[in-house]
């Protein structure tokens, strides 16, 4: 097990809880909980693998996802009550998983010989933001991610870094890179609470 | 035509029907309850074949099903006032429907290779399921199957059993076998209204 | 720059402007204004080719219509409070756009051999009306070309009308036929107000 299967782990963990936690908080029961958390877990990459015709998608030939999001579930089933404390570790890993799956799905367009600037960043966009998309669709709310926070733009960023990295640099060094300034700058926006401006919202007092 | 068809087109129509009922409730308009109704009847198999690759989805190369949800819901809308009182038939219709498509989904995963124990589960699951949430998730409502009863578990069952049945026995006999394990268990649970737990919901006495 | 590319920039423009304009009236912030204003108006495209087969999407190799949606939603942005007064025109582009989509997909449906009447109309109706579903999906509406208006009928029939000239004319002919019938219905529909009846509306005064 390499340090990447581990930053791939943290993400999928962090993934899964935030879909069990929304799970419980909407009452739904222990089954709708385990979809909630596999789907905004694994669901970025199935739609990824969906756009770019690699069927079946990785996650169905490899459960190993699904059985990390599936015990992540078991824990956050027996532990909700506490997890409140861990939310700062929770969105580090949060961090960490998207700068991982950022690169490994830049990595795979240019695999499958979708080699444009424009398709990296929107693959891995789709892989980074779409299972939580999906989660918010499922329990009723305004995707979280077009609502606050700067998200996905970090993911772009990383992936435009991986894209132009991988003419100068061989092996590995395109995916750390790519790797670091996402996970990078979504922990900046973290610390320092950066959100995207709403349009309007200076018209009057309203949230 | 074989008895097999005929447990098809029984899913079929109670699919159909409860995505016709739905719009109905929700007052979309007739455009809309067809479109409810089609999805719910053949949305579980198109997600099916998109996520296996077997492009473009059967529902799209054989109209049948296609055919037989829009006569349902012309029916539907002559009859709607006067369906509550076969609640029960329509249940009953949509195990057998369910036995069905667990059984059909879980061997064409099978004919396209995908022959592990993972896959063959959650295509039968997403087939089984998938109609009915994006039902409600066109209708703004947290997916049925996600909050009450006992439904997909009864897929994950019969899918099993199909998986392992196919190693001892040829012929039919797997595709029965999943498919009376599917409805008989689905039926049982509807008879002693078995529902999975909330998690949660001891800590008070809201509902 | 043909007037077939006219047709489809005018229709790609009323499609993102809709999207914007939806974001901005549900508050989103700036990326989720972007988000929606584009999968409103790429995304039956890519519901289109996902079921087709036809991978990746036309979109994700050409960023045309991408960087298309993202001017118009700029300039959404700047001058959203005066577009009221434009409702007509981006009305008229909507229908422009939808003939001249209509059309293109029905045309790649026989161009990948799915020569059907069934397949050709589907495929039409999905590239029509996917993305205004999946951007009333993504702010919790119920979709609106479920509730209001006869808007796929008209795809409908331009489809139909597709089919079937193709057996006669050659060259562009079919194309522009079904554009006409489709962006001609649609117009007339919406100067005349016409709706399709909601069922049960006579059993009361309830909207």
Redesign the interface.
């Known amino acids: 097990m390499t340090a990447w299967n581990v930053f791939e782990i943290m993400g999928i963990v962090a993934f899964a809880v935030s879909g069990a936690l929304t799970?419980?908080q909407?009452?739904?029961?222990?089954?709708?909980?385990l979809?909630?958390a596999v789907t905004t877990a694994v669901g970025g990459g199935?739609m990824r693998d969906?756009?770019?015709?690699n069927?079946?998608?990785l996650t169905?030939?490899d459960?190993t996802f699904?059985i990390i999001s599936a015990i992540a579930t078991i824990g956050v089933?027996f532990t909700?009550r506490w997890l409140d404390k861990f939310k700062h570790t929770i969105q580090i890993f949060d961090a960490i998983g998207l700068g991982a799956f950022t690169a490994t799905s830049a990595n795979l367009a240019i695999e499958h010989n979708?080699n444009?600037l424009?398709?990296v960043t929107?693959?891995a966009v789709i892989t980074g933001i779409g299972g939580s998309?999906l989660r918010d669709?499922?329990?009723?709310?305004?995707?979280y991610?077009?609502?606050?926070e700067?998200?996905?733009?970090t993911t772009i960023a990383g992936a435009i870094s991986f894209y132009y990295a991988q003419f100068y640099f061989t092996g590995n060094i395109p995916l750390y890179l790519c790797f670091c300034i996402t996970t990078g700058l979504r922990i900046c926006c973290i610390m320092y609470g950066i959100?995207?401006?709403?349009?309007?919202?200076n018209s009057g007092g309203?949230t």
Chains 1, 2, 3 share one sequence.
């Open positions: 799970g419980i909407k009452r739904v029961d222990i089954f709708g909980v979809v909630l199935i969906v756009i770019i015709g069927t079946p998608p169905f030939r459960p699904f089933c909700y979708l444009t424009f398709i929107t693959v998309v669709v499922f329990v009723k709310e305004i995707p991610v077009f609502r606050q700067v998200y996905a733009i959100n995207f401006p709403v349009i309007g919202v309203r």
